[in-house]
Structures are given as structure tokens and as C-alpha cells.
């Protein structure tokens, strides 16, 4: 028994050893190459006025998006989890899609309407297996946002 519980508590170890999912505050003074070496490279690196901004979707049914910030020495300044409700809230009809994609990240799935708009889904962490959705047109702008449900939830919600 007492080799199991050994085996277990290195298995543990060597499993938290590998890339994380979320970024947490030890992070925060550190340099680009130890976030990556944490969390693994970024989906995309987005360059700001001052510094950068590394985009971290975790999918395609991760309910987290998290951008973590550099300064101009590459340094993090802070990182945040963008998928949230006061987001959603700051997206309207007629922003452009690129400014929906800076301000939440890439959508981690879309489908096709028939009438050639696209509707990204942004799962997130809520109580109500709810997705929220942009509705893109084919000018490149918000048509609509709206909520829709998790497809890996019961069609019965």
C-alpha cells in the first residue's frame, strides 16, 4: 500500500509538472519564456502600446480564455480571464468582428447560417450551461450576441 501511495504522489507531481491551464500570480514579474514554459506557446501574440498580449483559449469546451500581459522588457504585468459577462456586455450590433476577437479572443467554435453570417459560440463558467454567441455577417460586423446552450448539455435545458 505504502508503494501505491508513493507511485500516486509522484505521478502527482510529474503530471503538475507539465503545462497548466490557467495562469496564476507566480506568474506576475516573470518573463515571456517562463509563461510559455508554463502554459505553453500562445494561440496568438498580440502586440499593445505597451507591450504585448499573449492569448491563451482553453478548448474547444474550455469555459476560459486567458490573455496574459507583458511590458515592453517582456515582463508579466497581470493576466485576466477575458470570457466573462462584463465583456459579452461591451459587444453590440455593427462592431467590427476583429474588435469582438480583441476584446474576448478567437472563438473556440462557429457554425454557418443561410444567409452567409457565422455565429461564434464562447463557452464560459456559469450556473446555466449557456454559451454566449456572435453573429457575424459577411461585412465583417456584429449582426447580433445573444446566449444559446452548451451543446454538451441536455438538450432538455
Given amino acids: 500500500m505504502r508503494t501505491f501511495i508513493q507511485v500516486l504522489c509522484l505521478l502527482t507531481v510529474t503530471l503538475a509538472g507539465c503545462v497548466n491551464f490557467a495562469?496564476?500570480?507566480?506568474?506576475?514579474?516573470?518573463?515571456?519564456?517562463?509563461?510559455?514554459?508554463?502554459?505553453?506557446?500562445?494561440?496568438l501574440e498580440r502586440q499593445?502600446?505597451?507591450?504585448?498580449?499573449?492569448e491563451y483559449p482553453r478548448g474547444p469546451f474550455g469555459k476560459s480564455t486567458f490573455f496574459v500581459f507583458l511590458d515592453k522588457?517582456?515582463?508579466?504585468?497581470?493576466?485576466?480571464?477575458?470570457?466573462?459577462?462584463?465583456n459579452f456586455e461591451k459587444i453590440f450590433p455593427g462592431m467590427l468582428a476583429t474588435d469582438?476577437?480583441?476584446?474576448?479572443?478567437?472563438?473556440?467554435?462557429?457554425?454557418?447560417?443561410?444567409?452567409?453570417?457565422?455565429v461564434w459560440e464562447y463557452p464560459f463558467s456559469n450556473s446555466t450551461c449557456k454559451v454566449f454567441q456572435v453573429q457575424v455577417s459577411s461585412n465583417g460586423k456584429v449582426d447580433s450576441?445573444?446566449?444559446?446552450?452548451?451543446?454538451?448539455?441536455d438538450s432538455s435545458w
Fill in 23 to 43: 495562469p496564476d500570480n507566480s506568474l506576475v514579474g516573470r518573463d515571456r519564456s517562463t509563461v510559455i514554459a508554463a502554459m505553453g506557446p500562445p494561440s
Fill in 48 to 54: 499593445l502600446p505597451t507591450g504585448s498580449r499573449m
Fill in 73 to 86: 522588457d517582456n515582463k508579466v504585468t497581470r493576466w485576466e480571464n477575458v470570457l466573462i459577462t462584463q
Fill in 100 to 118: 469582438v476577437e480583441f476584446l474576448i479572443g478567437q472563438s473556440k467554435s462557429s457554425f454557418s447560417l443561410s444567409n452567409h453570417h457565422i
Fill in 145 to 153: 450576441t445573444g446566449y444559446g446552450y452548451a451543446p454538451e448539455c
